[in-house]
């Protein structure tokens, strides 16, 4: 059972926008920054988002993220094939004192 | 460019211990934290230890505390990863990863399986 709550899985068309949500807590969404990391299947996860809705560099600006409360999401606009992995969300957990992870979302395009 | 590549990974029966390595390039290896972040089969992430850059400061996740230890060796770009008394439910592949609390960069992992 994984701190944070996100859908199994998710789908949509290439040229679609898609939204991945993650639900925490207090201990940690609320207070915390936000990180997402796409893992296409097979290979390691990468980063994909910090500080809630910041991109590194290279990633197109198709992926954004954001929260509100104790939850968070990540948009996907214009839906390209390569887009098709699994996403994980992740924050500080102030109670557990460490990073916590969402169970992940499948994304099928 | 940044590259991080871990080894010792295998196959060992419940109570048993491995020591797993990574080796970095591409970066300055002592001004970052390091991280170790395990998936289990078909399962998600989890976090299991890091260290500081000094490695003066190590953590750890509470289902491996007291059984896995964290080290590193700045003068061979070194993350170690020593595990004790292994479970069944160890059985992951471990991600060496820059930084903590978040993992900017992660090597392609060792898989470590535990089984009788």
């Known amino acids: 059972q994984s701190v944070l709550t996100q859908p199994p899985s998710a789908s949509g068309t290439p040229g679609q926008k898609v939204t991945i949500s993650c639900s925490g807590s207090s ?3 609320r207070d915390n920054g936000v990180y997402w990391y796409q893992q296409v299947p097979g290979t390691a996860p990468t980063l994909l988002i910090h500080g809630t809705n910041q991109r590194p560099s290279g990633v197109p600006d198709r992926f954004s993220g954001s929260k509100s409360g104790t939850s968070a999401s990540l948009a996907i606009n214009g839906l390209q094939s390569e887009d098709e992995a699994d996403y994980y969300c992740s924050a500080w957990d102030a109670s557990l004192n460490g990073p916590v992870f969402g169970g992940g979302t499948k994304l099928t395009v | 460019e940044v590259q991080l590549l871990e080894s010792g990974g295998g196959l060992v029966q419940p109570g048993e211990s491995l020591r797993l390595s ?4 591409g970066f300055t290896f002592g001004n970052y934290a390091m991280s ?3 998936q289990a089969p078909g399962k998600g992430l989890e976090w299991v230890s890091s260290i500081s850059g000094s490695g003066r400061n190590t953590y750890y996740a509470g289902s491996v505390k007291g059984r896995f230890t964290v080290t590193r060796d700045n003068s061979k770009n070194t993350l170690y990863l020593q595990m004790n008394s292994l479970r069944v439910a160890d059985s992951a592949i471990y991600y ?3 930084n903590y609390p978040m993992f900017d960069y992660w090597g392609q992992g060792t898989l470590v399986t535990v089984s009788s």
């Open chain 2, 36 to 38: 170790w972040v395990r």
């Open chain 2, 96 to 98: 060496c990863a820059q």
């Open chain 2, 22 to 25: 990574c080796v970095v390039s």
């Open chain 1, 27 to 29: 201990s940690n969404i």
